[in-house]
């Protein structure tokens, strides 16, 4: 089988590599039709590491992805061969204390396509995954859709662990598929106001499309002043959702006494900084986001049912031998691209 590697910094080939088979009695063996390209596989690319997690080359990336189940282990019941599945990248134990304490985001055990030193990911043209990792999809939804709900359960989850939304005004920092994810999510529970930052014009037409009622790009405006001149009283829960250092500044300004920052994009960098009086005197809730828990089955389900919809992300899309491509449009910010996808094989 075909799979796209990362060979070193900013170089991706397509290569042959082993055939995958169903050998343990919960594996699914699964033909992969859409991968989504996700900012960590970015930073991968780019930096060759994300904190501790260093790439040994060559090595596969890529974990938002959907596909249609060819094989099936013996104790496997959950899914069927023909079957369109939503494919959850995350492996977990569930018999670790973070497991069994209802966290198996931050099992102790946890493999995460895509990782290093984990397991390879899901740019390639088969995928085995635990049964419990397989999700099948309505006859309604496209495969495309099904791994878009991938990002889409981060900002759910997001949203479910910051405040209740109903009748908050919040400040997502970042219009990429994470913010946008977390915009979605916001406005299905309710949120009154959503403050939208992005330093790409093309990012904040699209969040205003998808329901932010206020927009503004850092780069050519103090957004904090802007914010806190609409909202006297601040903002209930600031969304940080580019990793940046600036943004977590912006994210404090804009926050009242007693918000919360919720941090959910991954900074580039080993350390962050804030300013502690600002902090302290704000009484300030900090809490970060890892993945998400229990999110993909509800995701899946607001999709189907309409309240959530994401489709508006996917602004472009390669073929598998383009991957090379469509990793450097990502990377560059190119062309008002937000999510790109890489179409491995037809859905039907």
Excluded at 88 to 94: E, L, M, T, V
Excluded at 175 to 187: F, H, Q, Y
Excluded at 290 to 296: A, D, I, K
Excluded at 313 to 327: G, I, N, Y
Aim: hydrophobic share 45%; glycine share 10%; net charge negative.
């Amino acid at each position: 089988m075909r799979a796209a590697v990362l060979t070193g910094i900013r170089s991706m080939d397509v290569r042959d590599v082993p055939d995958l088979t169903v050998r343990n009695a919960d594996d699914v063996l699964i033909r992969m039709v859409t991968v989504g390209v996700c900012g960590s596989d970015v930073h991968y690319f780019t930096a060759g590491r994300i904190g501790s997690q260093v790439v040994q080359y060559p090595y596969t990336v890529g974990h938002e992805g959907a596909g249609i189940v060819e094989a099936v282990g013996a104790g496997v019941s959950r899914v069927k061969p023909g079957d369109r599945v939503a494919v959850d990248p995350a492996i977990s134990c569930f018999a670790c204390d973070q497991c069994l304490a209802g966290r198996p985001h931050t099992c102790r055990r946890l493999l995460f396509l895509g990782c290093p030193g984990q397991v390879p990911g899901c740019l390639s043209e088969r995928l085995v995954m635990p049964e419990e990792s397989c999700y099948p999809i309505a006859d309604s939804m496209t495969l495309r859709q099904a791994a878009l709900s991938e990002p889409l359960a981060i900002g759910v989850y997001a949203v479910r662990q910051s405040i209740p939304m109903a009748g908050a005004r919040i400040g997502i920092l970042g219009a990429g598929p994470i913010g946008l994810s977390v915009l979605a999510a916001a406005r299905a529970g309710g949120v009154a106001a959503v403050y939208q930052t992005d330093k790409i014009d093309e990012r904040l037409t699209l969040a205003r499309a998808m329901g932010a009622d206020w927009i503004g790009n850092p780069t050519r405006a103090d957004v904090a002043a802007g914010v806190n001149e609409a909202e006297p009283s601040q903002l209930d829960a600031v969304f940080e959702c580019c990793g940046q250092q600036d943004a977590l500044d912006n994210a404090v300004d804009m926050l009242k006494p007693g918000g919360k920052l919720m941090i959910v994009g991954i900074p580039e960098t080993d350390r962050v900084s804030f300013a502690i009086d600002s902090l302290r005197r704000k009484e300030l809730c900090i809490q970060n986001v890892r993945r998400q828990v229990n999110c993909v089955q509800p995701t899946l389900d607001a999709m189907e049912d309409g309240s959530m919809n994401v489709d508006a992300m996917v602004t472009h899309s390669f073929p598998l031998d383009r991957v090379q491509e469509a990793f450097d449009l990502v990377a560059a910010y190119g062309d008002g691209v937000v999510k790109a996808m890489i179409e491995i094989s037809p859905e039907g």
